[in-house]
């Protein structure tokens, strides 16, 4: 039986933490598309057992406002060196807000509007070495 193998048995020991980068564009509302990037939170999972991970975070912009994301991504999709990607799709949250100090403050001079996203995270980040 190959590592890559999807048949092969599943070793606990072998599933390592991990965590996927993301980066995509929005979809276009009012005029403008936001930068979505972020860390998915580590789980230990490999490419065949299924697993997923949430995220939060929120968007990057030169329009003047930022959307709250959170969201779990697809179950992991296997490539033939064992590695594998995750594919995310969501809304951003539908309020417009600016950072101001600690907090946000709500921006009312734009409406209420939300961006869709969708595509693929990179392969797994940040494995613990076995040896630890």
Known sequence: MQANDP??????????????????????????????AFFTYPVNGNAWDGHVHDYQGHTST?????????????PAIPLP???????VEGTVD???????????????????????????TGTGLGYDRRDW
């Open 81 to 87: 060196d064992g590695t594998h990607y995750h594919e």
């Open 94 to 120: 539908d309020e417009p807000f600016l950072f101001q100090g600690g907090s946000y403050k709500t921006v009312l001079s734009i409406p209420r509007h939300k961006h869709a996203f969708q595509w693929y």
């Open 7 to 36: 048949n092969r048995p599943i070793d606990p020991i072998a599933q390592p933490s991990h965590a996927h980068m993301f980066q995509a564009y929005s979809s276009d509302h009012l005029g403008h598309r936001h930068v979505v």
């Open 62 to 74: 030169d329009t003047g406002h930022f959307h709250r994301l959170i969201g779990v991504t697809g």
